[in-house]
Every structure is written in structure tokens, then in C-alpha cells.
């Protein structure tokens, strides 16, 4: 069963060990954490899982809360259930304008059908810059799709594409200059259909399969 | 000194809390963290300040490194660095996609002269859903600017917004019917314009400031 917890601490070193110590001898595996800086207090969300026939949630709070320096502690909506699963697009301005204006229209279509589906852009140039972006987006949480929008990359980009999805990522680039194209899963020309058709590969609410159209071009 | 750490681990529970001992035994200060699932291994990425004339960060990585369970830990560049400043946009995909085109357009802008500010959008309708979004805004790392982009929007919205306002997140939202607008920093009526005063607002490269705009309508 997972949940969200948020606790409010003392902004002093040693909290997150500690709030993390309880957890752990509450076998509770955490998915996600994330920290939220404010004075005096510090902000931590925490999305565990706990293990069938084990602690209750209400012991977990409890056992949080003996904790010195520890505020409150208390269930939340998840991230998950509330953002949901990140597309990100990077490149140039224009590009990623028209791109996310895709995406954004077609992920309205199916939030209102119950899905939940965020799009992240980042205006982004030069060969090291996005190289150094799109290497990090595996480290970001819940995002399930990296779309490329420029109209020349290559090289290193190249390189760091390999990589993220070497991890499983999937990566859609525009129809442009450079060596990306030719290692993207899907390309595609008009940059407001790339947008859609990210969002129609991760909806549950969508019947597009990309591995259907892997390595195709339109 | 901040330093930006990324430690590869085996997914097994308590691993979190075994790192962050490690941290706190070096007085390191946690100012984010991040899981990121993969299997069989974890990673687990932390930014952490040292204090002047303690430990050394590769003294923490070597300590990182003797935690049973760790495969890898080593200094990485740091997400402020890479995707910065975030500005999330969050209403009908129709205003969101427009005002993700003008804060997109200008934040390349600037982004170009050094900054690096992203565009972050979910459309979401629905009283109860958008206040659950806006709320859950101050528990997302690096967000500095929140742009609520509709045609209606009060009630329960309203006091989510001026719960956020309480904790020091600038709301700018849409001239729209409903009592959102009474609340929000600043009110403005072209969603390509509200974009990018958003971004302006934020941006150390631009000249705007919102302290001196406020509660204006344009």
C-alpha cells in the first residue's frame, strides 16, 4: 500500500536521517522523497510503500512524530496523483513553444478522462548545456518522455541520448540536423504533432503504441 | 560549499537512511534529494552543503562508498544548475499552451545570457483538482513562480492561493471571472503577456519587478 507522508521539522542537520531511520525499521521502502526549505522549518514528503501485514500507516505518524524536532506529521496526496507522469521538452525557444502547445492541448484531452499528465519544458542551447539536460532527466522523477526540439543536434546530444535510453527512457526528436534524429525512437516534422503524439505514447487513455512505430519517421 | 552527489545503490529498504547518516555524521546540510528508481539498482542524488573547514566532499563520497550495499558515489552537476528556476503554469490546455509560449520565448531569452529558468505546465480542471495542484506547488523543489491560467477560478482555488501566497510563492494569474484574481500578485489579460512577465519576474537578467507591480492588472 503506498502513501504520502509530509512532515514539518526543524531545519537542523540530521532530521532527514532521522525521519529516514524510522522508516526503515518500519520496512517501509521509499519511492520518493523530496524537501521543501522554508524558516524555521523544513518541509519533507516522503511517498513510501508498506509491506502487507506490517506497520499501519497511523504507526508509521505516530513513531514520526516522537521524533525531537519533528512538527507534524501527517497522509498527503501523492505527487503522483496529482502531477502525474512528466513528458519534457528541450531545445530551442521556438521549437519548444510549439512542441509543448502540442503536447499541453492533447494532455488537456485526456486529464479530463482521468489521466494526469504534466509537460516540462526547458529553452535550452548549446551542444554541453543539453547534453548535460538530457543526461539529468533520468535523474528527475515521474518522467516517462524527453522530446528534442531543435533544429540542429548531434554529437555529444547524441551521446546522452544513447544513454537515457539505455535507462529505459524514450526519446521523440524533431526531424532536424544532426545525428539525434537518427538515434531517436520516434521523428517526427512538425513539432506540434511531436507533442501530441508524446502525450498519446504515455496515456493510458490513448491507443498509440510507440513501440509500434519505433524508429519511424514522419 | 554545495556540492551535487549521485550515489548508485542496491534497492534494498533503509539504504536512504543509511546514506543520510553518513551525511549527518559529516554535518552535511540536505538541501534536496531524490530517488530514482531503476532496477536492480537505485539512485539516490543529493545536494548538500559541508561547512567551512570540515569535511571534505571526497571524504564524504569515500564514506558514501563504505556503506554496504553503495556501488557508486560521485560529484555531479547539480539540477539548479542544469534546469534552475521553475515557473509551473496550471489551468485549460487552451491558456496554459499560450502562456507556456510566452514565458518559453522569453525564458530562452535570457536563458541564452546565462540563466537557466524552466516551464513547467499540467492542464487540470476542476475546483477541487486545481487547489490540490496549487497546494501541492510549495512541496516541489526549485519553483519560484506559479501562473494560474483560466477563464474561471475562485472558491476553494482562491484560499489554495493564498495559502501558497503565506509561504512566499508569487501567484500571477489570468483577468478571469471568479475570485482568484482578486488574490493573485499580479492580473493579466493577454496569456502571452502573463507568460512573459512570469518569466521577467524571476529572471536576475531582466529589469521587472513584481513588488513594485503589485496586485496591478494589465
Redesign the interface.
Known amino acids: 500500500m503506498t502513501h504520502a507522508i509530509?512532515t514539518t521539522v526543524a531545519d537542523r542537520?540530521?532530521m532527514?536521517?532521522s525521519l529516514?531511520?524510522v522508516?526503515?525499521d518500519h520496512?517501509?521502502?521509499?519511492?520518493?522523497?523530496?524537501?521543501?526549505?522554508?524558516a524555521p522549518t523544513l518541509?519533507i514528503?516522503f511517498e513510501v510503500s508498506l509491506p502487507e501485514g506490517g506497520s499501519t500507516i497511523e504507526r508509521v505518524l505516530a513513531d514520526l512524530l516522537g521524533v525531537p524536532g519533528v512538527e507534524r506529521a501527517e497522509e498527503t496526496?501523492s505527487?503522483s496523483r496529482?502531477?502525474?507522469k512528466r513528458i519534457v521538452v528541450m531545445g530551442?525557444?521556438?521549437q519548444?513553444?510549439?512542441v509543448?502547445?502540442g503536447a499541453?492541448?492533447e494532455?488537456?484531452?485526456h486529464?479530463?478522462r482521468g489521466e494526469?499528465?504534466?509537460?516540462?519544458?526547458?529553452?535550452?542551447?548549446g551542444e554541453q548545456e543539453l547534453a548535460?539536460?538530457v543526461r539529468?532527466v533520468?535523474?528527475?522523477?515521474r518522467v516517462q518522455m524527453l522530446v528534442l526540439a531543435g533544429s540542429l543536434m548531434g554529437g555529444e546530444i547524441t551521446e546522452a541520448v544513447k544513454e537515457v535510453q539505455a535507462?529505459?527512457l524514450k526519446v521523440i526528436s524533431l526531424n532536424q540536423a544532426g545525428s539525434v534524429p537518427d538515434v531517436a525512437d520516434l521523428v517526427v516534422s512538425d513539432p506540434t504533432q511531436a507533442g501530441v503524439m508524446a502525450v498519446m505514447a504515455i496515456a493510458e487513455t490513448a491507443k498509440f503504441d510507440l513501440a509500434r512505430q519505433t524508429k519511424r519517421r514522419y
Not at 27 to 38: K, P
Not at 138 to 141: K, T
Request: charged share 15%.
Open positions: 509530509l542537520p540530521g532527514l536521517s529516514t531511520r522508516l526503515a520496512d517501509a521502502n521509499i519511492t520518493y522523497v523530496d524537501i521543501h526549505s522554508g518541509g514528503y496526496p505527487f496529482i502531477y502525474g530551442g525557444g521556438a519548444v513553444g510549439l509543448a502547445m499541453i492541448a494532455a488537456d484531452r486529464n479530463i494526469r499528465i504534466s509537460i516540462d519544458t526547458i529553452p535550452l542551447v548535460g539536460a539529468a533520468v535523474r528527475l522523477p535507462r529505459g
